[in-house]
């Protein structure tokens, strides 16, 4: 017993040995594979997703506990559309059921909850509960968590760029003050750092339109894994590396 005891726990992360927090302020996530999860299980694709929110919920708990500040994930991107009306609808009810089994939680455990993305081309009913789960734990001060939904860097930047020129149009803006601290401001993730870190499951060597602003310096963690088998011992096999990395910014 002992020795499959020994061999089944889980290793006690050197960060947390040490009595160090994360080395990663903001965490972003690319949550791909629930398809190829499921194709390998020999279950319904639809599945996978389900079981994706799964792994979510385990990690948001356990980042949250460990004192992670910022983590903002992908849940459905501008290009997710394409997708067949089967799968775009199971994942829209998938959303509304997930925000009400586990919002109480979420705003016990002091997470801050927010929808980033095109949320005024997300369904009526969806998007008043985005509205009340993010009025509800506004001010909660553990964790805040970004849940990109209807998501695209590329509307995301144009967007900021219209309304800015619709200020500087109506004089409110002069020229000059366009800086990248302004533009960053007109995107969703005003007021949240940059991502430090951004980990992709399912092994695509791609950003499929994700923070492409955002993420100008972020480190890249691309793992094969598949989304619905993310664990928290992954979570801390990217951060160990994460904290090997050397960060230049184009400095020496
Ligand atoms: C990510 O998993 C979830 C969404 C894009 C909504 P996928 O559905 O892309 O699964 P794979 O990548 O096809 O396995
Ligand atoms: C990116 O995954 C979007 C999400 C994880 C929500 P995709 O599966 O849509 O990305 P591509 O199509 O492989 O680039
Ligand atoms: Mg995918």
Redesign the pocket.
Known sequence: MGIVKARNKRAEPKRRERGEAFPVKHLAI???GNRRWADKKHLPRLLGHREGVKTLKELVKYAGREGLRYLTV????S??WNRSNDEVSYLMELLAEAIRDELDELHSNQIRLSFIGDLSGMPVALRSEFDLAMERTRDNEQLSLQVAINYGSRLEITEAVRRIAEEVKGGKLSIAAITEDLLGSYLYTKGIPDPDLLIRTGG?M?L?N?LLWQSAYTELYITPVLWPEFTPDLLEDAMAEFASRQRRFGGD
């Open positions: 690319i949550m791909d992908y849940a459905f991107s290009e997710n695509e791609r499929s994700y």
